[in-house]
């Protein structure tokens, strides 16, 4: 699944071919994309519409519309935009947006989980309430921050990072690699984190975000930048997917478990269990 590195990947890619552009063909092809709104109803209100912008926040894309409005996006675990100069059919293609310079945006999904939902303007705060929570990466969450939205939680700390509410942005990758940096075992109850511990966490979160971003993002699955070019944070991770390996810190062997339903990858030695 894109976590925040790859969809700020995907932002920044978006940036270079949709500011400024207008939206002069647009034909969503699956219900689901835009569920409980009708697909046709919605490609309607888009054509014509010129891009202002693109933002992200946590997972989400978030494209500004000239009239205010904003098509909120979220790739799930298999959307993929990418650029094209000539329109050609391809797998699991869900929706194409013709642009005025004769290039095209399509938008593929094979698992069909991706959404995208037309906010009205001035309702992008309310749409972000209560589904993210601050953003790692805007130089205004801090440590204090972290431990106290861990404090009193018995949840693992893993389960609690994933919490889109808690932090944006971070997924099972990227959690995997903050908590073997911050020397935390992902089964920790997020409440047993003092002060020293929440701050290694939280600054490990950074690290490995902003290092992702630095790789154009992981590309294990689906995942493409909008040119198509993958991304390479896969062939620098520390534990995520690297069961049976040596741990680069300590030599001893990976292991993967299960915490909060999900494949976790640790250092039994680096991070003793709990």
Same mark, same amino acid.
């Given at each position: 699944?894109?976590?925040?590195?790859?969809?700020?990947?995907?932002?920044?890619?978006?940036? /270079?071919?949709?500011?400024?552009?207008?939206?002069?063909?647009?034909?969503?092809?699956?219900?689901?994309? @835009?569920?409980?709104?009708?697909?046709?109803?919605?490609?309607?209100?888009?054509?014509?519409?010129?891009?202002?912008?693109? &933002?992200?926040?946590? /997972?989400? $894309?978030?494209?500004?519309?000239?009239?205010?409005?904003?098509?909120?996006?979220?790739?799930?675990?298999?959307?993929?935009?990418?650029?094209?100069?000539?329109?050609?059919?391809?797998?699991?293609?869900?929706?194409?947006?013709?642009?005025?310079?004769? @290039?095209?945006?399509?938008?593929?999904?094979?698992?069909?989980?991706?959404?995208?939902?037309?906010?009205?303007?001035?309702?992008?705060?309310?749409?972000?309430?209560?589904?993210?929570?601050?953003?790692?990466?805007?130089?205004?969450?801090?440590?204090?921050?972290?431990?106290?939205?861990?404090?009193?939680? @018995?949840?693992?700390? /893993?389960?609690?990072? $994933?919490?889109?509410?808690?932090?944006?942005?971070?997924?099972?990758?990227?959690?995997?690699?903050?908590?073997?940096?911050?020397?935390?075992?992902?089964?920790?109850?997020?409440?047993?984190? &003092?002060?020293?511990?929440?701050?290694?966490?939280?600054?490990?979160?950074?690290?490995?975000?902003?290092?992702?971003?630095?790789?154009?993002?992981?590309?294990?699955?689906?995942?493409?930048?909008?040119?198509?070019?993958?991304?390479?944070?896969?062939?620098?991770?520390?534990?995520?997917?690297?069961?049976?390996?040596?741990?680069?810190?300590? &030599?001893?062997?990976?292991?993967?478990?299960?915490?909060?339903?999900?494949?976790?990858?640790?250092?039994?030695?680096?991070?003793?269990?709990?």
């Amino acid at each position: 699944m894109p976590e925040l590195p790859e969809v700020e990947t995907v932002r920044r890619g978006l940036v /270079k071919v949709l500011v400024g552009r207008e939206l002069v063909g647009v034909d969503i092809r699956d219900g689901r994309l @835009t569920a409980p709104a009708d697909p046709t109803a919605v490609a309607h209100e888009l054509l014509g519409a010129v891009v202002t912008g693109v &933002g992200r926040r946590g /997972k989400y $894309l978030a494209v500004g519309l000239d009239d205010g409005r904003t098509l909120v996006c979220h790739l799930r675990m298999t959307g993929w935009f990418h650029h094209v100069t000539e329109l050609s059919e391809r797998p699991h293609l869900r929706a194409v947006f013709h642009l005025d310079d004769g @290039t095209w945006l399509l938008y593929s999904d094979q698992r069909r989980f991706g959404t995208m939902r037309l906010i009205a303007a001035g309702g992008l705060e309310d749409y972000w309430r209560g589904r993210v929570g601050p953003e790692p990466l805007d130089g205004v969450w801090t440590a204090p921050q972290l431990r106290a939205a861990l404090r009193g939680r @018995t949840a693992p700390v /893993k389960a609690l990072l $994933l919490d889109q509410r808690i932090v944006a942005g971070v997924g099972n990758i990227y959690a995997d690699e903050a908590l073997w940096e911050a020397r935390v075992h992902p089964l920790t109850p997020g409440g047993r984190l &003092g002060a020293v511990r929440a701050a290694r966490v939280h600054d490990a979160v950074i690290a490995v975000l902003e290092r992702g971003i630095d790789a154009q993002g992981a590309s294990i699955d689906t995942y493409r930048s909008v040119d198509g070019t993958p991304g390479s944070m896969q062939v620098r991770f520390n534990v995520f997917d690297r069961a049976g390996e040596p741990c680069p810190r300590c &030599g001893s062997v990976i292991v993967k478990t299960r915490v909060a339903q999900r494949g976790t990858y640790l250092c039994p030695r680096c991070t003793p269990r709990p």
